[in-house]
T-cell receptor
Framework: AQSVTQLDSHVSVSEGTPVLLRCNYS??????LFWYVQHPNKGLQLLLK??????LVKGINGFEAEFKKSETSFHLTKPSAHMSDAAEYFC??????????????FGAGTRLAVHP | NAGVMQNPRHLVRRRGQEARLRCSPM?????VYWYRQLPEEGLKFMVY????????ESGMPKERFSAEFPKEGPSILRIQQVVRGDSAAYFC???????????????FGPGTRLLVL
């Protein structure tokens, strides 16, 4: 069975400082991993995805994540936070089903606050 | 290319009424997924459909909830006799046909926020 744990429910940073959002996953076979962002009262936007290619994945808006199989982690980072990064972030795991579709399993989310 | 569209964006119902949520997938996408997000929680998978077929409904409550994706028109998530616990945001996602033997990326709509009074 697949599961994902986001280690922090809230993260607060100052504008211009680095961002680290932590995520650990559990999967009985090779997973696909995603980070989605949700701004207040909006839908979800895909930030980046890992699908067994390069372990360091670059996404939109300067975000990146590193897949570490030995640590079962997929932490999201950004070198310098911007005010517009304030949102809810979801780490997501999936495994392709035998029918060739993804059943996404979401973490509980990390709310990122960015202070001036 | 328009994204995934959902309507209505907000829906208010009284207990016992029916709620119908609509989802139009992205052009060229034939796979639709529905997820529910309860307050302060992540999204939970409900159902996966292809045109005219329910493929996986393992996340759907056994009673009062149903989903369809007809040959023509949007996918519909229907909740009969709503209760206060059904208040949540319901998100639809779509993906293109599977061409590589694995799942494709899902693109999400803006969601329908259901409030049951």
């Amino acid at each position: 069975a697949q599961s994902v744990t986001q280690l922090d429910s809230h993260v607060s940073v100052s504008e211009g400082t680095p961002v680290l959002l932590r995520c650990n996953y559990s999967s009985s076979y090779s997973p696909s991993l995603f980070w989605y962002v949700q701004h207040p009262n909006k839908g979800l936007q895909l930030l980046l995805k890992y699908t067994s290619a390069a372990t360091l994945v670059k996404g939109i808006n300067g975000f990146e994540a590193e897949f570490k199989k030995s640590e079962t982690s997929f932490h999201l980072t950004k070198p310098s936070a911007h005010m517009s990064d304030a949102a809810e972030y979801f780490c997501v795991v999936s495994a392709s089903r035998s029918g060739g579709y993804n059943k996404l399993i979401f973490g509980a989310g990390t709310r990122l606050a960015v202070h001036p | 290319n328009a994204g995934v569209m959902q309507n209505p964006r907000h829906l208010v119902r009284r207990r016992g009424q029916e709620a119908r949520l609509r989802c139009s997938p992205m052009k060229g996408h034939s796979h639709v997924y529905w997820y529910r997000q309860l307050p302060e929680e992540g999204l939970k998978f409900m159902v996966y459909l292809q045109k005219e077929n329910i493929i996986d409904e393992s996340g759907m409550p056994k009673e009062r909830f149903s989903a369809e994706f007809p040959k023509e028109g949007p996918s519909i998530l229907r909740i009969q006799q709503v209760v206060r616990g059904d208040s949540a945001a319901y998100f639809c996602a779509s993906s293109p046909p599977n061409v590589r033997g694995g799942g494709e990326t899902q693109y999400f709509g803006p969601g329908t926020r259901l409030l049951v009074l």
